[in-house]
């Protein structure tokens, strides 16, 4: 599954924990079985994950950029007003897109 699937079941509290700690090849743990060549990959019953580390960090950043705001319904009005910069307008329309994905 994908990093986003990862959030979807465990959760940001778990995301975040998780690319915090990480730090290079390790066995952790708490439900994780093997990360290595910063893929995890995990199986929690009948459920394999086997993504890029990466990709659950920035995931992890989106969702930060996004409730720096408040909500997702704040900063989508923040990336839309007129006086909002065009490159920041397109980083957090991705971080939205984002967390979007994760719901």
């Known amino acids: 599954m994908k990093a986003n699937e990862f959030v979807k079941n ?8 998780f690319t915090n700690s990480y730090a ?3 066995d ?3 439900k994780f079985l093997k990360v290595k060549d910063k893929s995890i990959q995990m199986n929690d019953g009948s459920i394999e994950y086997d ?4 990709d659950l960090k920035r995931l992890v950043e989106s969702h930060e950029l996004v409730f720096e705001h408040g909500s997702i319904d704040r900063a989508r009005k ?3 007003s007129p006086y909002t910069a065009p490159e920041i307008k397109v980083v957090l329309d991705q971080a939205i897109a984002d967390v979007e994905s994760c719901s």
């Open 24 to 26: 290079g090849d390790i």
């Open 10 to 17: 465990f959760g940001w509290d778990e995301a975040r924990i």
């Open 28 to 30: 952790t743990a708490f």
């Open 78 to 80: 923040y990336a839309d």
């Open 51 to 54: 993504f890029h580390i990466d």
